[in-house]
């Protein structure tokens, strides 16, 4: 009874609200249609005399008029409290918002791009005959959409829809990185996959035919150009991987303990294989004679689809868990035999961890505490001290990037569950825990 | 302690008449239970592992086999598998046999869509498989990634079809052994056409039942049509090859549906869960891809038997790399489609309407009594996101009067009454007072 009040604020401002739309409606087609609308005698615009906001039912509480002499309140008066924000609606960007926002350095490593792609065109163009080339050739694709995307991804993160968490995009827009990148390596896996049933076509050809497998040595094996193209794509391939660290982008699953000691590039199989292999056809000419061309060919052939179906595997083995809400299944069983050691928790009831994309874990866990336990902040900062071990422990087991990356370095909607692992300089991981404690 | 609590017992009687003036035809609010899925800790499971599990299905050929006949869908695959890679086989031994280069690179592209049919098959195992520690979800998302492998290893052959029919047109190549070519693709289209007839044949019943569900709601309107013109596809297929591709392109873009008001989702959520069911299972990513590579090569085989009976009539080679052109620009945008809406679902962003509804939600949750503010709400849907189910945590701050077991349990079930089918949530209570540093 007391509390009817507030309803009716409610409901009156809803309507008041209705009223005075409809006036600024019925004025626009006035000035635009000719006919004549007869004048209203009066021109009353409603009024509020105190808008409240709406969402706020327990705040009038006690008796209806506070300042009364008359009446006691019973009730203390709450703390004023803004009204709970909604997550904002960001808009994603067109093409044009991207355009536009790009900046100068921006334009110039997009036009590298672009470069780095042609190179990789000329390549391919004139592999007619060897097959070593086709397959460099595919890599400095490869290469070239990794700093594309690491160019775009730059651009991207200046945009809130990107990293920030709305209703719409609860994760923002951070896995479209995640997915481009697994499209990429689907697209390396089918060509290394490609060249490897090339091989073995050419190779069971031979078989067939029983020909020589050297008919095509009257004419050059190389084609003119070539080792100033070979050349140009090594450039592209070391500038990109420096510039961009396209390699660690997208291959930071691919980071062995064996070679991670390794710096400039070396730690990638891929890079590795690319520079090796430029480096032996440029030699051929120094060391082995024009008939033994096509088999060295078809030797290195082997070897780089190899590597590239290997980097591929490894690579759409890592970015597929995290797009399939995966986690590393060992961190979650040590975190939850941590968690029941606690002498305070009875039970975990459910738990479910998961990666979003390179930079953000999602841990949420259910607890059923003892009964006598009242604390349960101490509770939760211990779970959280326990999520926070384990990652730091078990870093390489959950993939991450540099700290280099951008929109990484922002924490989502400022609060306080977001932490981050940070281990020799590498802003290594953020998770967010979500500790459901049930009493019932 | 006794008044305070009378106090916002009435409070939230009052919040429940106000809500309900605002947000019509909600269905008063179930406490439901929220743990659908097995409640016990993924850790106590024996063979959680993934890898572990697969190894042991591997180890096991029988049972893997009986896993696959199991499920309809995983049958049609498994069964089109063993015929694709039985006419690989003969045509191999066959090419080895009589020296023929031409049946060689056939018999190896038909291997690499055997890799393509494992690959869905997989993908159609291992959505079945439990929720694990490594996969707290399950992998029910597995099928929109195959699909999304599949529609973009689509686009890139299609890419080097253009390539290749560009380079033949600069330099056509003559053909020989024409009535050989013209036998094996003669055969390869009719095997690629039994698999079609086969998919088509898993699809039938569900496509009944789900135009059926399509005039009771119109909730989700988006995967309603997408899935209905789908079945289409499969219909029309039968009667004319080359024009059936032309539909699942025709099927409007994901983003561009009106905003439904939530009334119509809320008054048709009780009685159609089944059908829901059905629907999702009809509007499978994976199926679909499958679907769209075996057309692919059906296209393929139809391409060349035209272009070489047009050859041999007409004298002119430069046929071929035109049908080429045509098939690959059709298998292009036949998979564009495909590869948004899997991409769509692997994003894990909501639809207009389930957003719609969510800050409804929000909106309710902020006005039970006792809560201070929320922060961090992540809804995500589940699945491959059909289902219009969503799953989500949220943190909650309590004023320090309010008993934070009882806004848990208020705030749950406003939000599983908001969020039909919230499957699991994750409510964190916080009491606002330690909240602030």
């Not at chain 1, 975990?348 to 009964?371: A, D, F, T």
């Not at chain 2, 190894?55 to 089109?80: G, N, Y």
């Not at chain 2, 989700?220 to 079945?231: D, K």
């Not at chain 2, 199926?287 to 085989?301: Q, V």
């Amino acid at each position: 009874m007391k509390l009817g009040g507030g309803s009716g604020i409610v409901t009156e401002n809803a309507t008041e609200e209705n009223e005075q739309s409809l006036p600024g409606d019925s004025t626009l087609p006035c000035s635009a249609s000719p006919v004549k609308v007869p004048r209203k005698p009066f021109n009353f615009q409603s009024t509020v005399a105190s808008r409240s906001p709406v969402n706020k039912p327990n705040q009038r509480r006690g008796h209806k008029y506070k300042h009364s002499s008359v009446s006691m309140n019973f009730f203390l008066e709450p703390p004023p409290r803004p009204p709970p924000v909604l997550p904002a609606h960001f808009p994603v960007p067109t093409y044009k918002d991207a355009i536009q926002s790009m900046s100068r350095d921006q334009k110039i490593q997009l036009g590298w791009c672009s470069l780095h792609f042609l190179i990789g065109l000329q390549l391919w163009l004139i592999s007619y005959e060897s097959t070593v080339l086709m397959a460099i050739s595919h890599i400095i694709f490869y290469d070239a959409f990794a700093a594309t995307m690491s160019v775009l991804v730059d651009v991207l993160s200046n945009f809130e829809v990107w990293k920030n968490s709305s209703i719409r995009h609860p994760f923002g827009l951070q896995r479209a990185e995640i997915l481009a990148g697994f499209a990429s390596t689907v697209g390396l896996l089918f060509m290394g996959i490609d060249i490897g049933s090339h091989l073995c076509e050419n190779f069971m050809k031979h078989a067939i035919t029983e020909s020589a497998p050297h008919d095509h040595e009257s004419e050059r094996f190389y084609a003119r150009g070539t080792p100033i193209v070979i050349i140009l794509a090594v450039m592209a391939t070391v500038v990109s991987s420096i510039v961009f660290k396209n390699h660690e982008r997208i291959g930071t699953a691919v980071q062995f303990s064996y070679i991670r000691k390794f710096k400039y590039g070396l730690n990638n199989p891929l890079y590795l294989t690319t520079v090796c292999s430029c480096v032996v056809i440029l030699s051929l000419p120094f060391w082995a004679s024009e008939p033994w061309y096509s088999t060295i060919d078809s030797m290195l052939a082997v070897v780089i689809a190899f590597a590239m179906c290997f980097v591929g595997w490894m690579t759409a083995l890592t970015l597929g868990r995290m797009l399939l809400m995966g986690f590393n299944g060992n961190c979650a069983r040590m975190i939850l035999e941590e968690i029941q050691g606690d002498s305070d928790v009875k039970s975990v009831e459910e738990s479910r961890m998961w990666q979003v994309h390179y930079g953000l874990c999602i841990i949420n866990i259910k607890l059923r505490l003892q009964g006598s336990v009242v604390d349960e902040t101490s509770v939760r900062a211990n779970v959280n001290r326990i999520i926070g071990d384990v990652l730091k422990a078990n870093l390489g087991a959950v993939a991450m990037t540099d700290s280099k990356s951008p929109g990484f370095a922002t924490s989502v909607n400022g609060s306080m569950t977001v932490n981050a692992v940070k281990v020799r300089g590498k802003t290594g991981i953020q998770w967010e825990s979500t500790i459901d404690i049930d009493r019932s | 302690m006794s008044e305070s609590h009378n106090h916002y017992h009435s409070v939230h009687q009052h919040t429940r008449n106000s809500s309900s003036s605002t947000i019509r035809l909600r269905p008063s609010p179930l406490i439901t239970s929220t743990a659908t899925f097995p409640s016990s800790t993924p850790s106590t499971k024996s063979g959680d592992e993934v890898t572990e599990l697969s190894l042991s299905l591997i180890r096991q050929p029988v049972l893997l086999v009986q896993t696959m006949l199991a499920h309809s869908d995983t049958r049609s695959i498994f069964l089109f598998l063993v015929l694709n890679f039985t006419f690989m086989l003969v045509q191999f031994i066959y090419s080895l046999l009589s020296h023929s280069l031409g049946l060689l690179s056939d018999s190896i592209h038909m291997l690499l869509d055997c890799v393509a049919l494992l690959v869905g098959l997989l993908a159609s195992v291992m959505a079945k498989w439990p929720p694990s520690a490594s996969f707290p979800y399950g992998l029910g998302k597995v099928e929109s990634l195959s699909g999304f492998i599949n529609g973009i290893l689509l686009v890139g052959i299609s890419a080097g079809i253009v390539v290749e029919a560009v380079e033949r047109i600069w330099r056509p190549v003559v053909i020989e052994r024409v009535t050989e070519l013209l036998v094996v693709s003669f055969l390869g289209l009719i095997v690629n056409l039994v698999g079609i007839v086969a998919f088509n044949h898993g699809h039938v019943g569900h496509g009944h039942s789900h135009s059926h569900s399509h005039s009771h709601s119109h909730s989700e309107s988006s995967s309603h049509s997408h899935s209905t013109s789908h079945s289409h596809v499969h219909e029309s297929h039968d009667q004319h090859d080359s024009r059936s591709i032309d539909d699942p392109f025709s099927t409007p873009p994901i983003g561009e549906k009106p905003i439904i008001p939530p009334s119509s989702t809320f008054s048709c959520a009780d009685d159609h869960d089944t059908e829901k069911e059905k629907a999702r299972q009809t509007h499978n990513e994976n199926m679909h891809g499958l679907f769209l590579h075996i057309l692919a090569d059906t296209l393929g085989s139809v391409g060349v038997i035209v272009s070489t009976a047009l050859t041999s009539y007409f004298g002119w080679p430069g046929f071929d790399p035109l049908a080429s052109l045509f098939i690959s620009i059709l298998i292009f945008m036949s998979a564009v489609p495909l590869v948004i809406s899997s991409a769509n679902s692997l994003l894990l962003s909501l639809t207009s309407e389930q957003e719609y509804v969510l800050r409804d939600a929000l909106n309710d949750v902020a006005t039970v009594p006792g809560v201070v503010g929320y922060s961090l709400p992540r809804f995500w849907p589940t699945g491959d996101g059909t289902s219009g189910a969503v799953r989500g945590i949220i943190h909650v701050q309590v004023s320090d009067e309010a008993d934070p077991a009882v806004v848990r349990q208020k705030v749950e079930a406003r939000l599983c009454g908001a969020l039909k089918g919230a499957t699991d949530l994750f409510i964190q209570v916080d009491l606002a007072s330690a909240v602030k540093h």
